[in-house]
């Protein structure tokens, strides 16, 4: 018998919003480009999955690993390539929902309250929210200016059960500062990916919806 939850926390990215040919893409680019090197997908799946590298600027500054480069012109590059920069459109619109909106309307109506908890500055979650029409469907969402630390810090995620008053939840996640944060949050989560981490495992978004519905 499955538990009844009062509401669904989700990520972001890699949960909702397949982030493999955007952020993925923008921190294999922007590292190829500061090392002059290809870099590989599998060195930055290796990178984002160490708790603690949620945020992607940290991710990409770590991977190039050179303290003579500055943090803010690894950042300014990169954002250049995901947002663009007026010669090239941002990989940003490369993003596609890994829930359809149909899926996540038979979420909401089952429970009633659907949050976000992301680390994504909250420009670029506004966008993909509103690009693909969900703004009706989340009753709220939690961005990297609105906490002082992000994942694997709680945060984030114990401020979108306060401000939804829920009482029994789970937080959907992709990343082991997904698990980390949810465990501290003293809450459930299902893990999205192969590692055998989180209360809960699946190894894709579709399985986690069956099992939710």
């Known amino acids: 018998m499955k538990i009844q939850f009062d509401g669904l926390i989700f990520d972001m990215d890699g949960v909702l919003v397949d982030v493999s040919k955007s952020y993925r893409e923008a921190?294999?680019?922007?590292?190829s480009y500061f090392l002059n090197r290809k870099i590989q997908m599998s060195e930055v799946?290796?990178?984002?999955?160490?708790?603690?590298?949620?945020?992607?600027?940290?991710?990409?500054?770590?991977?190039?690993?050179?303290?003579n480069i500055p943090y803010g012109e690894v950042k300014t590059y990169f954002?250049?390539?995901?947002?663009?920069?007026?010669?090239?459109?941002?990989?940003?619109?490369?993003?596609?929902?890994?829930?359809?909106?149909?899926?996540?309307?038979?979420?909401?109506?089952?429970?009633?309250?659907?949050?976000i908890a992301?680390?994504?500055?909250?420009?670029?979650?506004?966008?993909?929210?509103?690009?693909?029409?969900?703004?009706?469907l989340f009753d709220c969402f939690?961005?990297?200016?609105?906490?002082?630390?992000?994942?694997?810090?709680?945060?984030?995620?114990?401020?979108?059960?306060?401000k939804l008053n829920l009482k029994k939840t789970i937080y959907i996640?992709?990343?082991?500062?997904?698990?980390v944060a949810a465990k501290m949050a003293r809450i459930p989560s299902i893990f999205v990916g192969k590692q055998n981490i989180g209360t809960i495992r699946f190894r894709s978004m579709l399985e986690v919806v069956k099992y939710l519905l």
């Open 27 to 31: 921190i294999r680019r922007t590292v």
């Open 45 to 67: 799946c290796a990178i984002k999955n160490i708790v603690g590298m949620n945020n992607d600027w940290d991710a990409t500054y770590a991977l190039i690993n050179n303290p």
């Open 79 to 115: 954002q250049s390539i995901y947002l663009g920069n007026g010669k090239n459109t941002g990989l940003i619109d490369n993003e596609k929902l890994l829930i359809s909106k149909q899926k996540l309307q038979q979420l909401k109506n089952k429970y009633k309250k659907l949050g």
């Open 118 to 136: 992301t680390g994504r500055p909250k420009n670029e979650a506004e966008y993909v929210i509103k690009r693909n029409q969900l703004v009706d």
């Open 142 to 162: 939690i961005t990297m200016e609105d906490v002082v630390n992000s994942k694997p810090s709680p945060d984030s995620i114990l401020m979108v059960i306060e």
């Open 173 to 179: 996640g992709d990343s082991p500062s997904d698990v």
